[in-house]
T-cell receptor, first 113, second 112 residues
Framework: DSGVTQTPKHLITATGQRVTLRCSPR?????VYWYQQSLDQGLQFLIQ???????AKGNILERFSAQQFPDLHSELNLSSLELGDSALYFC????????????FGPGTRLTVL | QQPVQSPQAVILREGEDAVINCSSS?????VHWYRQKHGEAPIFLMI?????EQKGHDKISASFNEKKQQSSLYLTASQLSYSGTYFC?????????????FGGGTRVLVKP
C-alpha cells in the first residue's frame, strides 16, 4: 500500500458523459501526478500539480482538466467521453516538485460504453 | 518521444539473470524504474541520476550511462516475485517539474 488513495475503483459510463476521478496523496506529499494507461498507449503522463499550482503538462486532451485543492487532494475531470478514453487512470504523489520518487495509487478503471 | 525498452519480453527460470535496457534520444537528467503486476499500481524500484551511478534494490540493480542516454536494469538470481512488467521513466534535462516519459515496458516471467 503506497498511501495514495483513489476513488472510485471502477467507473462505467456512456459516451458523451462527464466523470470526476479523485486522488488523495500520501501524507506530507505536495505533488500530485495523473497518468493514463491503456493497452496500446502504455503509461502516459497527463499533468502534475505542486502545492496547488500546475507544474508540468503532458499530452492531456482539452476535454480533460485537473486541479489540486488546498488540502492537496486532486481531481481529474474527463468530459465528452469517447470510447478511446477507456483506460486505467493512475494518480501518483511525491514529496517535492522536482526529481523525486513517485508513489502510485491503485488506479481507477474507466470503461466508456 | 518515449524511451525504447528492450527486450519486449523475457522468460526466465528461477535463479537466472536478465538485463533490461532503456534508451532515449534525449539528454536525460534521471531514469526511474518501476515494476507493475497485472492490474496493479506500478511499484517504485529506484532512481538513477546523471553521473553513471549504479543503484541496487535487493538483487535488482541498475546503471545509467549518461553519454549513451541509456539505462540498464539487472535482475540477478531471479525470484518468482520478480515477474511483472518493468517500466523505465525518463526525465529530460530542463524539463519542468518531475515529468516522466515511460517506455513501452518489458514483460518478465519467472518460472519455477
Amino acid at each position: 500500500d503506497s498511501g495514495v488513495t483513489q476513488t472510485p475503483k471502477h467507473l462505467i459510463t456512456a459516451t458523451g458523459q462527464r466523470v470526476t476521478l479523485r486522488c488523495s496523496p500520501r501524507s506530507g506529499d505536495l505533488s500530485v501526478y495523473w497518468y493514463q494507461q491503456s493497452l496500446d498507449q502504455g503509461l502516459q503522463f497527463l499533468i502534475q500539480y505542486y502545492n496547488g499550482e500546475e507544474r508540468a503538462k503532458g499530452n492531456i486532451l482539452e476535454r480533460f482538466s485537473a486541479q489540486q485543492f488546498p488540502d492537496l487532494h486532486s481531481e481529474l475531470n474527463l468530459s465528452s467521453l469517447e470510447l478511446g478514453d477507456s483506460a486505467l487512470y493512475f494518480c501518483a504523489s511525491s514529496r517535492s516538485g522536482r526529481t523525486d520518487t513517485q508513489y502510485f495509487g491503485p488506479g481507477t478503471r474507466l470503461t466508456v460504453l | 518521444q518515449q524511451p525504447v525498452q528492450s527486450p519486449q519480453a523475457v522468460i526466465l527460470r528461477e535463479g537466472e539473470d536478465a538485463v533490461i535496457n532503456c534508451s532515449s534520444s534525449k539528454a536525460l537528467y534521471s531514469v526511474h524504474w518501476y515494476r507493475q503486476k497485472h492490474g496493479e499500481a506500478p511499484i517504485f524500484l529506484m532512481i538513477l541520476l546523471k553521473g553513471g551511478e549504479q543503484k541496487g534494490h535487493d538483487k535488482i540493480s541498475a546503471s545509467f550511462n549518461e553519454k549513451k542516454q541509456q539505462s540498464s536494469l539487472y535482475l540477478t538470481a531471479s525470484q518468482l516475485s520478480y515477474s511483472g512488467t518493468y517500466f523505465c521513466g525518463t526525465e529530460k534535462f530542463g524539463a519542468a517539474g518531475n515529468k516522466l516519459t515511460f517506455g513501452g515496458g518489458t514483460r518478465v516471467l519467472v518460472k519455477p
